[in-house]
C-alpha cells in the first residue's frame, strides 16, 4: 500500500505528508498528523515549528502546496475555506478573531449554518460558558483577552461540527481561567475531536490523549500523551522543557 | 435615570475627541447664525446638507467597497457620472430607452446561456495557441457584428453634433412642456428581425469567448443549472422580443405620465443600471484581480477614463440640464408656497422662509432622500444577516470563511450596492446641479475628503465626513456673498471662490493632524 492510501476509519482528519509555503518562505517541510475520532490531539512545538500553519493549512486558509489533507476520508485540500469549513470543521484561531464592531450574541449568529443552529445550542455553550450570557449585549471589543477566548470557542460550537481546531487557547490568560478553558475543552472532548495547539506543556499533557511532535516544518515524533510525560529525553529536546 | 446618566457619560469619555469636534462644529454654526440673517443661514446650511447628501451616497458606497474588498475603486465617480446619464436619458428620452432596451436584453440573453457555453467548449479539445488567441479573437468578431446589427436596428437617437438634435435641446424642450417623439429611423421588419438575431449571436459570441478564458478551471455545471440558464437565457431574449413589439405603445404610455411618474422611472432605471453594472465589474474585471492591488487601481483609473469618453461621445461634451419632475416645479399661483399646506396643494419649486426662497428639489428632496438612505444602509448592516457578515468581513475575512462562509457571493452583492448608491447620487444630482462629463471627477475628490475625514472604513464616519464637507463649502460659497466679519480686522473678509475647493482639503489636513485615522475611523 501506498502511503496516500492507508486511510483508516477510526481517524476522522489525516494531514498526509503536507508541504506549505507562505510567499517565498517554506513554511512546512512534510507534516503527517493522524487525527483519530473523539480524542484530543495535541501539536507540540517550539515558536515556529509550524503548528499554526497546520491548522491554516487544514482550513485552506494557506493550501499546501503538495500533499494531501483528508476529513472523514474525503480530500478537502483543494477546496476553499468556507467549503472545508461547512464540511463540519471549527476553527478557533490564536489571535482569537472576534469581530469586535459585533456584539457577543451576534458574535454567535454569524456561526450559524442552518437556521436554528443558535437555538440548538445555546444551552451547552451558556452552560460551558456561563459569562457569557452576561455580556450578549456587548460588543466584541469590549471583552476581556479570556472572555473573547470563551466567545471564539463558543463561536466554533454553534454549527454542527466534528472536528475544532483551536490555536493556543492558554496564551496570554489568567491561571483561573485557563483552568475554566481546560475544563470546557475536556468537556467537549466528549462529543468532538478536537486539535489543540498549545504551548504550554503541562495544559497540553493533561487535555490530549494523542501527541504530534513539529520541528522546523516537519513532524517528526507521534504517540499517546501517556508516553510522551515519561520520556524526558525527547521533551528536552523537542520542546526544551522540564 | 443613574445608570442612563453613567452610560452617557462613559460614551463621552471613550468618544472624546468626536465629541469635542462636534462641539466644535456647532459652536461655529451658531457663530456663523450672528454673521449673517437667519434666512441666510437657514439654506446654507440646507445646501450644504444636500451637498452632503449627494457626496454621502458616493461616499458610502466607495466606503463599503474600499472596507470589504480593499479595493479602492477609482471608477466610483464614473459610474455616479453614469446614474445621471441613464437617469436623464430615461426622463427626457424615454423613447431611446425604451428603443435601446431590446438590444441590452439580447446581449443579456448570450451571457445568460454562459452555462451552455461553458459545457459545449469543454467537449471541444483546444491546443493552448488557440485557447489563448481564441477569446480576442471571438471577442472582436463580436465587437464588429454587435457594431453592424445594432446601428441597423431602430433607434431615435439625439446627435450631440447637430444643435437641433443636441440632448441640450431636447431638455429644453421638455423643461418648456413642449415634448416632441423623435421619430426612430424606419426600418423593414426583416431589417430589424435580422439584426436583432445578429445582436443575440454577437452576445452569446462574446460570452463564450469570455467562457474560454477560464477554459479547464471551471467546474462542471450540474444539469439543473444549465436548464436554469436556458430558461434564462430564452427569458431575457423572448422580452426583447417583446419591447420590439411593444415599442410604440410603451412609448406614449410613458409620456403620456405625470414627470413625477418619469421621474421616478429615471430614478429606479439609474439605480438598476448602476447595480447591474457593479455586479458585472466585480465579476468580470474586479475578481481576477484580488491578490494584484496595484492592478486593480489601473483597472479602475483607466475605466473611469474610458467610461467619460463613451460618455463624451454617446452624449456630447457640453453641460445638459435635467428638468425638474413636476412634483418640485410649480411656479403658478399659490407660488412660493407660504406653509406647507400651500406646498402640498401646488407643488411649488419654492418655499418662502424667513425672507428667502428654499427650492423644495435642491433643498429638501435631496436631504430627505439621503437620509432614508442613510437610514436604510444602517438597517442592513445591522439587522439583516448579509450586513452582520459585511461588517465582520470588513475587520477579517478569513475568519468569516472560516466559518463556512462563502464571503465571494457577498463581495458581489456589496459591490453591486456601492455601485447603485453612486448611481442614485448621480441621477438625483442631475435636477439641481446639472450634467456634465467632469462631474464624476469632483465628486469623488469630495466623497474621498469626506471618507479621508471619517474614517475610510466607517459608515457614520462617511455621513459626517460628507456633510461636514458640504456645510463647510456652501458657507465659504455664501461668505463670499455676504462678507464675514472677523476680530481685528476693519472689514469684512469674502473668500474668494478658488477656496471653495481648496476649504475641503484644509479641512482634510487639519483633521488628519488631530486625528490620523479620521473622525470613527480604528487604529490599524
Not at chain 1, 470543521?89 to 450574541?105: C, E, N, S, W
Not at chain 2, 442612563?4 to 462644529?25: D, H, K, M, P
Not at chain 2, 456652501?474 to 475647493?501: A, D, H, N, R, W
Amino acid at each position: 500500500m501506498t502511503p496516500y492510501n492507508r486511510h483508516s476509519m477510526n481517524n476522522l482528519l489525516e494531514v498526509l505528508d503536507v508541504h506549505t509555503s507562505i510567499g517565498q518562505f517554506h513554511i512546512l517541510e512534510g507534516v503527517t498528523v493522524n487525527v483519530p475520532r473523539g480524542s484530543i490531539t495535541a501539536l507540540l512545538g517550539r515558536n515556529g515549528a509550524g503548528k499554526t500553519t497546520t491548522l491554516k493549512t487544514i482550513m485552506g486558509l494557506t493550501p499546501p502546496r503538495r500533499g494531501q489533507v483528508l476529513f472523514d476520508g474525503q480530500p478537502i485540500h483543494a477546496q476553499h475555506t468556507f467549503d472545508i469549513a461547512a464540511q463540519g470543521i471549527g476553527f478557533v484561531p490564536d489571535y482569537r478573531a472576534i469581530f469586535r464592531d459585533l456584539t457577543v450574541a451576534e458574535n454567535l449568529q454569524i456561526a450559524e449554518r442552518k437556521a436554528g443552529d443558535l437555538a440548538r445550542k445555546g444551552e451547552l455553550i451558556f452552560q460551558l460558558f456561563p459569562d457569557l450570557k452576561r455580556l450578549i449585549h456587548l460588543r466584541g471589543n469590549q471583552l476581556s483577552g479570556g472572555q473573547q477566548q470563551m466567545l471564539a470557542i463558543a463561536r466554533a460550537l454553534v454549527a454542527d461540527n466534528q472536528l475544532l481546531l483551536i490555536d493556543e487557547p492558554s496564551e496570554g490568560l489568567a491561571p483561573i481561567i485557563v483552568e475554566q478553558l481546560m475544563e470546557a475543552i475536556v468537556q467537549l472532548s466528549a462529543a468532538t475531536t478536537i486539535v489543540l495547539v498549545e504551548q504550554n506543556f503541562a495544559v497540553a499533557s493533561q487535555l490530549a490523549k494523542h501527541y504530534v511532535i513539529l520541528e522546523e516544518g516537519r513532524s517528526v515524533r507521534n504517540g499517546l500523551m501517556t508516553d510522551l510525560v515519561h520520556d524526558h529525553a525527547t521533551i528536552q529536546r523537542y520542546l526544551g522543557v522540564m | 435615570m443613574r445608570r442612563n446618566w453613567l452610560g452617557l457619560r462613559q460614551t463621552v469619555n471613550r468618544n472624546r475627541t468626536q465629541v469635542a469636534i462636534l462641539a466644535g462644529v456647532t459652536l461655529l454654526l451658531l457663530f456663523a447664525l450672528g454673521g449673517m440673517s437667519g434666512g441666510d443661514w437657514v439654506i446654507t446650511v440646507l445646501r450644504g446638507l444636500a451637498v452632503g447628501a449627494v457626496v454621502f451616497l458616493v461616499a458610502a458606497g466607495f466606503s463599503l467597497i474600499f472596507g470589504l474588498m480593499d479595493v479602492l475603486n477609482l471608477a466610483h465617480g464614473a459610474l455616479f457620472m453614469i446614474g445621471s446619464y441613464v437617469g436623464w436619458t430615461v426622463y427626457v428620452r424615454p423613447d431611446t430607452a425604451i428603443d435601446v432596451i431590446t438590444p441590452l436584453l439580447l446581449l443579456a440573453a448570450g451571457f445568460g446561456w454562459m452555462p451552455l457555453w461553458q459545457a459545449l467548449l469543454a467537449r471541444v479539445h483546444l491546443t493552448s495557441g488557440v485557447r489563448r488567441a481564441a477569446p480576442w479573437a471571438g471577442l472582436a468578431l463580436a465587437l464588429a457584428l454587435f457594431a453592424f446589427s445594432a446601428t441597423r436596428y431602430p433607434i431615435a437617437a439625439w446627435n450631440p453634433d447637430v444643435y437641433d438634435a443636441s440632448p441640450i435641446v431636447y431638455a429644453i424642450a421638455m423643461d418648456s412642456g413642449q415634448e416632441v417623439i423623435a421619430q426612430a429611423p424606419q426600418v423593414d421588419g426583416v431589417t430589424a428581425a435580422l439584426s436583432m438575431a445578429g445582436i443575440l449571436v454577437a452576445g452569446s459570441l462574446a460570452a463564450a469567448s469570455v467562457a474560454l478564458v477560464g477554459h479547464g478551471q471551471e467546474r462542471r455545471a450540474r444539469r439543473g443549472e444549465m436548464r436554469r440558464a436556458f430558461t434564462l437565457g430564452l427569458a431575457l431574449a423572448l422580452s426583447g422580443v417583446a419591447v420590439y413589439a411593444l415599442n410604440e405603445p410603451l412609448t406614449r404610455l410613458i409620456f403620456e405620465l405625470n414627470t413625477t411618474w418619469r421621474f421616478l422611472i429615471a430614478v429606479a432605471a439609474a439605480v438598476a443600471s448602476g447595480f447591474f453594472l457593479g455586479g458585472l465589474m466585480e465579476m468580470t474585471l474586479i475578481r481576477p484581480l484580488y491578490l494584484r492591488p496595484i492592478y486593480q487601481l489601473m483597472l479602475t483609473l483607466g475605466l473611469a477614463v474610458m467610461i467619460r469618453e463613451v460618455v463624451i461621445t454617446i452624449w456630447g461634451r457640453p453641460q445638459i440640464t435635467m428638468p425638474k419632475p413636476a412634483l418640485f416645479a410649480g411656479t403658478g399661483t399659490g407660488c412660493p408656497a407660504q406653509n406647507l399646506d400651500d406646498l402640498l396643494a401646488h407643488q411649488c419649486s419654492t418655499i418662502s422662509f424667513l425672507g428667502t426662497r428654499i427650492r423644495t428639489y435642491n433643498e429638501i428632496f435631496i436631504i430627505v432622500v439621503g437620509l432614508i438612505v442613510l437610514i436604510a444602509i444602517w438597517l442592513l448592516l445591522q439587522r439583516t444577516r448579509i450586513g452582520m457578515i459585511i461588517r465582520a468581513g470588513v475587520q477579517d475575512r478569513q475568519m468569516v470563511e472560516a466559518l463556512g462562509i462563502n464571503v465571494r457571493r457577498v463581495f458581489t452583492f456589496v459591490f453591486a450596492l456601492g455601485v447603485g448608491l453612486a448611481t442614485l447620487g448621480g441621477v438625483l444630482a442631475g435636477p439641481a446641479l446639472g450634467i456634465s462629463d467632469d462631474m464624476g471627477e469632483s465628486l469623488l475628490l469630495l466623497a474621498l475628503i469626506a471618507l479621508a475625514i471619517g474614517g475610510l472604513t466607517s459608515y457614520p464616519g462617511a455621513a459626517v465626513g460628507a456633510v461636514l464637507v458640504g456645510l463647510l463649502q456652501q458657507f465659504i460659497i455664501k461668505y463670499g456673498q455676504v462678507g464675514i466679519q472677523l476680530p481685528f480686522m476693519t472689514e469684512p473678509l469674502k473668500p474668494s471662490p478658488p477656496l471653495v475647493p481648496a476649504s475641503a482639503v484644509l479641512l482634510m489636513v487639519v483633521v488628519l493632524l488631530l486625528l490620523p485615522n479620521g473622525l470613527f475611523g480604528r487604529k490599524e
